[in-house]
């Protein structure tokens, strides 16, 4: 078998890492045909992922011409360790309010590593939502690799 085939992730293990880890890079085409990245907090959804963000950031803009990205999760302070997901993906931007606000909703409990919804966090999600967009991002394909595999050889 080939390296490249040893450090690949089952479709199970992507989505496990992608639980575990808190941080997307995300690669937009920018209004010149160059690379915008941009790292974004993100709530795993099926195999791929969601978010929101500022209405009027470059991201977006750049989303609206093309909903396309591709994204990246890494991990690793050591090649033996090296561990992360490419994905090139379809963004789905959604803008109706109340569902950008379910959006930031659970990204806050995630990030926040509770389950409890107070009347405070839904005020303070519910005032963000109207300046916000909600991103969807599905997987087309997908590059994986986690080095741990391969037990510290080359």
């Known amino acids: 078998m080939s390296r490249r085939g040893q450090i690949r992730m089952s479709p199970d293990e ?23 990245l941009a790292p974004l907090w993100y709530v795993p959804r099926g195999a791929g992922m969601a978010t929101w963000t500022y209405r009027k950031a470059q991201k977006v803009a750049n989303l609206r ?24 993906c379809d963004v789905e931007l959604v803008e109706d309010t109340g569902a950008v606000a379910d959006i930031g909703l ?37 590059v994986s690799w986690d080095h741990t595999k391969l037990g510290g050889t080359y």
């Open 14 to 36: 992507v989505v496990t890492y992608l639980e575990r880890q808190r941080v997307i890079n995300v690669a937009t085409i920018g209004p010149h045909g160059r690379p915008h």
């Open 65 to 88: 011409r093309l909903p396309e990205a591709t994204v990246l999760v890494e991990s690793g302070d050591s090649y033996e360790t090296l561990r992360g997901v490419s994905m090139e």
């Open 106 to 142: 659970a990204l806050a409990l995630r990030y926040a590593g509770t389950t409890e919804v107070t009347d405070e966090l839904r005020a303070f999600v519910g005032g963000q939502a109207p300046k916000r967009i909600g991103l969807v991002f599905t997987p087309t394909k997908v």
